[in-house]
């Protein structure tokens, strides 16, 4: 069983930026490709970067693609999240998610675990 706890959520304002992070514990971190998935209020929740299991490789949705960065320090059992560039659209819960195996999947329901989630506002 994997535990996964973000941090480094909060309010920002429009252009600026964020780092979260998600720390995880209860298992071998290094198996797992991670995650980072957001939901804003009424949509449906949405991938938003995930990195292999050895960092190796990321990917990113198109919303996103050059200012999000995900990283992982499999050292530390962490993964990061850094937001440049911010706009109002990103506002969101932001979720970080572990999935058994070494490759990145795109929709929701291939991941195994989850945090409880960290809220990010941007104003305008």
């Known amino acids: 069983q994997v535990q996964l706890v973000e941090s480094g959520g909060g309010l920002v304002q429009a252009g600026g930026s964020l780092r979260l992070s998600c720390a995880a514990s209860?298992?071998?971190?290094?198996?797992?490709?991670m995650g980072w998935f957001r939901q804003a209020p009424g949509k449906e929740r949405e991938f938003v970067a995930g990195?292999?299991?050895?960092?190796?490789?990321?990917y990113y949705a198109d919303s996103v693609k050059g200012r999000f960065t995900i990283s992982r320090d499999n050292a530390k059992n962490m993964v990061y999240l850094q937001m440049n560039s911010l706009k109002p659209e990103d506002t969101a819960v932001y979720y970080c998610?572990?999935?058994?195996?070494?490759?990145?999947?795109?929709?929701?329901?291939?991941?195994?675990?989850w945090g409880q989630g960290t809220k990010v506002t941007v104003s305008s």
């Open positions: 990195i292999t299991w050895n960092g190796g490789n990321t």
């Open positions: 998610a572990a999935r058994r195996g070494t490759s990145v999947r795109w929709t929701r329901d291939e991941y195994d675990y």
């Open positions: 209860g298992g071998t971190f290094s198996s797992y490709a």
